[in-house]
């Protein structure tokens, strides 16, 4: 069984950071690929970023590219999703993932595990 719990949401202003954090525990955390998405209110879920079993692979979303950063943690079996310059229309809430496989997937529905989530708000 693997369990994700995320911590590090919260409201911010405009341009603001945050950096939210996964726990993951359960078996075989290094050989899985884990992401990050989110979902908005009335939004359909909708993938943030991605990252293979030893980081080598990565992808981001258009909206988030260069100002979002995905890094994992092996030894500590921790995800972390760094976010900078935020914007209100980043407000959601954000759902860590992982996959029984250690390739990138970017739907939902290639993903086995998810988190509960965390907000985020982000005021103008």
């Known amino acids: 069984q693997v369990q994700l719990v995320e911590s590090g949401g919260g409201l911010v202003q405009a341009g603001g950071s945050l950096r939210l954090s996964c726990a993951v525990s359960?078996?075989?955390?290094?050989?899985?690929?884990v992401g990050w998405f989110r979902q908005a209110p009335g939004k359909e879920r909708e993938v943030v970023a991605a990252?293979?079993?030893?980081?080598?692979?990565?992808y981001y979303a258009a909206s988030v590219k260069g100002r979002f950063t995905i890094s994992r943690d092996n030894v500590g079996n921790k995800v972390y999703l760094q976010m900078i310059s935020l914007k209100p229309e980043d407000t959601a809430i954000y759902f860590c993932?992982?996959?029984?496989?250690?390739?990138?997937?970017?739907?939902?529905?290639?993903?086995?595990?998810w988190g509960q989530g965390t907000q985020v708000t982000v005021s103008s």
């Open positions: 993932t992982a996959r029984d496989t250690p390739r990138i997937g970017v739907q939902d529905s290639e993903y086995d595990y």
């Open positions: 359960g078996r075989s955390f290094s050989s899985r690929a």
């Open positions: 990252m293979s079993w030893n980081g080598d692979n990565t």
